[in-house]
């Protein structure tokens, strides 16, 4: 008996899918050791952190598959890009993969959507929550680096942001969440 409940096209964007998460967690940990290189020790730790959570993300995926029946493919991953040449480079090459990655989750929403598979469709929108706040976290990195001077942020003020990610929590707070009485 088939207890497989994916379609053929959903089950294939799902490894995909699982696939992107584990090249975002070698694409972070690339750039958390290029920091690392260079006395970032903070922005290592925070892309560090990161990295771990892709690679939870991927796990999220992977059971979801093996739960709904469908069979999971594990395949190579392509290597992460070039470094980043500066800190305000680091968190750009960040927010344009964060973003690229939204547009993908996005596809397979659509697609279970489309498909009225309603348990993926609802398991994805986890994924659309985590990736909003994702993209809020590097566009506020990215506003916080352009006070600073952008491309040309001096040393002390890339200091200050290094100690300040080595302290600040990973999450970024979402419109939706804010209240009169909790801004």
Known sequence: M?????SPSI?????DQMTKEANASQIYLSYGSWADSRGYGGISNFLFRHAHEERNHMM??????LKRGGTVKIVAIPAPPPDPVSVNDCFEKVFGHEVDNTNAIYKIVKMSHDQEDWATWNFMQWFVKEQTEEENLAISLIDKIKIAGGEHAKDDALYSLDRDLEQTPDDARMAQDVTTENP
Do not use: M, Q, S
Request: proline share 0%; net charge neutral.
């Open 11 to 15: 089950e294939a964007a799902l490894n």
């Open 60 to 65: 999220k995926i992977l059971e979801y598959i």
């Open 2 to 6: 088939n207890t497989n409940r994916l």
